[in-house]
């Protein structure tokens, strides 16, 4: 698996592309919940439950069944409130992509089994052909030498693209640049100085 931190960057990517700008930081942080929570599954070793089961790591809990269940509870149960009417149905698709991409950056790890992407429906694993993602150690190893090397992968992998990524989608959503740097690129007026031509006409 990457590290949260991976996985984090990879959710506000996504959140550049499909939430409304006035989403808030609710939003973006249960999004970033999502995108990192699929890995609680590793609990499941203190109670013997099998890499390989169902419920195993990178089971059930990686399916794209479970990241739409997720969406949606998470959703229902965060944005409740009237205020939330007008932006409800565009943050969904934000908290199920979000949740949906923790599998989707892990089937590129090159290590571990695959992801049970249409689970509980199959059990079959899956990863896919090109995996340059180092994989991340569970536990208390992953702060170590090895740990580093993840990070470093990560930083190779995962937050080009995704940065390529935030960048193109605020572009195209004009949300960027900000509407103020873009007048001084320009070199438009400030509102002093329209003032002061609207004074000498």
Known sequence: MPTP????????AIGTMTLPK?????????GIACAILPDLDVVGFAFGIRYSDMLGHRGLSHSLFFSLALGLVVAALGFRKAKWDSTRLRIVPFLCLAAASHGLLDAFTNGGLGIAFFAPFSAQRYFFPFRPIEVS????????????EVLKSELIWILPP???IGVLALVVRGWWPPRNLAEAVRGAPTSGSSASKTASK
């Open 5 to 12: 931190i991976g996985h984090a960057v990879a959710a506000a």
């Open 22 to 30: 006035n989403a808030g930081l609710r939003a973006w942080s249960l």
């Open 137 to 148: 150690p569970i536990g208390v190893a992953f702060f170590s030498e090895r740990g580093l």
């Open 162 to 164: 995704a940065a390529m």
